[in-house]
């Protein structure tokens, strides 16, 4: 399995352990979403109350903590890193099954969220290394297939659960795969030379602030971050109120809720996400070689998408066709990560994709995972009745569609780098 003489098939075992490490992320992060309704009537807790618990509680740690993680990714051993992070992440979701009250539930959701501001940063920055840029975007097409896979199992498998053992197991189990997975992790995948599937960079010696200059000097950088950020406010606020919206609106219960959620974030959303990374690549290949203004713009395409099939989901009352948008709203939900983010890696280097990563990350989830889900609690606490979760759904899709301009404008940025010759990240050695 680790031999040289199957490097080709070894990179995609890497892939398999990592995309199964993310997806260990994506339950750990989701199952909030589901037991909103239980929480909220054994805590007498406020809709305002349960977005800060799904919400900030987890944000606002995972930004201060993206930071620093980014910095230690372009330094330091990587696979030790990932293995410390998801052993810690997994463990502050099981004790989340503990809790007495809000205050140490919001502790445990802050766990989670620090040990989680290494995951993604740290998988993204050695995939990149096994990947080139003639893969890149479906690698981590594939790998965002964990966001779906973790939404599907935390929904599908968390509905029974909670139904059945009540909303602590659901958390306990939710943290057990991670822990299993962690050592087999460690014993199993190599970190690889830093930068070894694109063309030599130095940076030198650069402290934190020099290299946050560096980065943000790249050309549509600062464009996709803010687009990811508005993105995740809508898509994430979605997923985590989906569940409560269609008890709310719909009269369904828990775990048939949490089927439907599973089904269009899961499913359908990996189906999406693979599909979307496949393509960029084929698209890009016919076209001569990776394009990352042609790919940002073709990211852009998505969160529009995403944004109109959500309002349409929460707008209409016939419950066939909520169910049906709520069906397309999942599919395209996780689409734009492959081609977005193999701009960002790509523009941003091998030497500062780390930090590039973290710093989306540190915006996503300070700004759009803590807004998206605080929002829609408080417009729905502002609202009130059956439908006061629609409106907060409805309300956070318009940052979908501000994601997708702000996409649109990267990729004019880069468009525009290129024809003035400005450099915006080395290519894979291949392309040279």
């Known amino acids: 399995m680790t031999t040289s003489a199957s490097p080709n098939a070894y990179r995609w075992y890497v892939l398999a352990v990592l995309t199964v490490a993310q997806t260990c992320h994506g339950i750990d992060r989701a199952v909030i979403g589901l037991v909103l309704k239980p929480l909220g009537a054994e805590f007498s807790l406020s809709g305002e109350q349960l977005g800060l618990l799904a919400g900030v509680a987890y944000g606002i740690p995972f930004a201060l903590a993206a930071i620093p993680f980014g910095y230690a990714v372009d330094r330091v051993n990587r696979k030790n890193l990932m293995t410390f992070a998801l052993t810690a992440w997994s463990a502050a979701t099981a004790l989340c099954g503990m809790a007495v009250g809000f205050w140490s539930l919001l502790a445990g959701r802050a766990g989670v969220g620090i040990a989680e501001a290494g995951g993604s940063p740290t998988g993204m920055s050695l995939l990149s290394d096994y990947?080139?840029?003639?893969?890149?975007?479906?690698?981590?097409?594939?790998?965002?297939?964990?966001?779906?896979?973790?939404?599907?199992?935390?929904?599908?498998?968390?509905?029974?659960?909670?139904?059945?053992?009540?909303?602590?197991?659901a958390f306990i189990a939710a943290g057990i795969p991670g822990l299993i997975l962690a050592p087999i992790l460690f014993a199993t995948v190599r970190e690889p030379v830093r930068g070894q599937q694109d063309a030599p960079q130095?940076?030198?010696?650069?402290?934190?602030?020099?290299?946050?200059?560096?980065?943000?000097?790249?050309?549509?950088?600062?464009?996709?971050?803010?687009?990811?950020?508005?993105i995740a406010t809508g898509i994430y606020g979605m997923s985590i109120w989906l569940a409560t919206f269609l008890i709310d609106?719909?009269?369904?219960?828990?775990?048939?809720?949490?089927?439907?959620?599973?089904?269009?974030?899961?499913?359908?959303?990996?189906?999406?996400?693979?599909?979307?990374?496949?393509?960029?690549?084929?698209?890009?290949?016919?076209?001569?070689g990776f394009d990352p203004a042609h790919t940002a713009l073709l990211g852009s395409v998505i969160p529009l998408l995403t944004a109109i099939s959500g309002l349409l989901a929460v707008g209409v009352d016939n419950t066939s066709?909520?169910?049906?948008?709520?069906?397309?709203?999942?599919?395209?939900?996780?689409?734009?990560?492959?081609?977005?983010?193999?701009?960002?890696?790509?523009?941003?280097?091998?030497?500062?994709?780390?930090?590039?990563?973290?710093?989306?990350?540190m915006s996503a989830n300070l700004i759009g995972v803590g807004l998206?889900?605080?929002?829609?609690?408080?417009?729905?606490?502002v609202v009130g009745g059956k439908d006061g979760v629609a409106w907060g759904i409805g309300a956070a899709m318009l940052f979908c569609i501000a994601g997708g301009l702000l996409l649109m404008m990267?990729?004019?940025?880069?468009?525009?780098?290129?024809?003035?010759?400005?450099?915006?990240?080395?290519?894979?050695?291949?392309?040279i």
């Not at 609106?249 to 899961?266: K, M, N, P, T």
Request: hydrophobic fraction near 50%.
């Open 321 to 361: 066709m909520a169910v049906a948008f709520v069906m397309a709203a999942g599919l395209f939900s996780a689409s734009y990560n492959g081609p977005v983010y193999a701009v960002i890696v790509t523009v941003a280097g091998p030497q500062l994709r780390g930090l590039a990563v973290s710093f989306v990350q």
């Open 372 to 381: 998206g889900a605080w929002l829609i609690g408080k417009v729905s606490d």
């Open 131 to 169: 990947f080139g840029t003639d893969k890149r975007s479906t690698a981590i097409g594939i790998w965002y297939l964990s966001s779906g896979i973790g939404f599907a199992i935390a929904f599908f498998v968390g509905g029974w659960i909670v139904q059945e053992y009540g909303w602590r197991w």
């Open 249 to 288: 609106s719909h009269a369904f219960s828990i775990s048939r809720s949490g089927l439907i959620v599973a089904i269009a974030y899961g499913i359908l959303g990996s189906l999406g996400g693979l599909i979307a990374g496949w393509g960029t690549d084929r698209i890009n290949a016919r076209r001569g």
């Open 202 to 230: 130095a940076l030198g010696e650069a402290g934190l602030r020099e290299r946050l200059g560096q980065l943000f000097a790249r050309p549509g950088i600062a464009y996709a971050i803010a687009a990811i950020t508005c």
């Open 410 to 431: 990267a990729s004019r940025q880069i468009r525009i780098s290129d024809q003035q010759g400005v450099e915006h990240g080395p290519a894979s050695p291949s392309a």
